[in-house]
Nanobody, 118 residues
Framework: QVQLVESGGGSVQAGGSLRLSCAAS????????MGWFRQAPGKEREFVAA????????YYADSVKGRFTISRDNAKNTVYLQMNSLEPEDTAIYYC???????????WGQGTQVTVSS
């Protein structure tokens, strides 16, 4: 089992940058593939980015490709989401999640708010 805690959210103007962090508990972090998701007010939660256990493979939603970068540091039990060229449409609560193998994401953090003003 793993517990996840996000940080790094905040308010920024359009065009700005933020880096989200997700710290995981436990000694088996490297066994989990990690993902970032977001949920805007009145909308369903959507996939943002994912990274494999080793970090060698990454995946992005089309809406963030080229602007966001997911990375991980297994020695620090942390996954990151670097967000550049932020747009008001990126405003949402951002969640990190963990999964093993081909299962669904089973572990979720509490979320961190990102607000982008125009």
């Amino acid at each position: 089992q793993v517990q996840l805690v996000e940080s790094g959210g905040g308010s920024v103007q359009a065009g700005g940058s933020l880096r989200l962090s997700c710290a995981a508990s436990g000694r088996t972090f490297s066994r989990y593939a990690m993902g970032w998701f977001r949920q805007a007010p009145g909308k369903e939660r959507e996939f943002v980015a994912a990274i494999s256990t080793s970090g060698s493979s990454t995946y992005y939603a089309d809406s963030v490709k080229g602007r966001f970068t997911i990375s991980r540091d297994n020695a620090k039990n942390t996954v990151y989401l670097q967000m550049n060229s932020l747009e008001p449409e990126d405003t949402a609560i951002y969640y990190c999640a963990a999964k093993t193998g081909y299962s669904d994401y089973a572990y979720w953090g509490q979320g961190t708010q990102v607000t982008v003003s125009s």
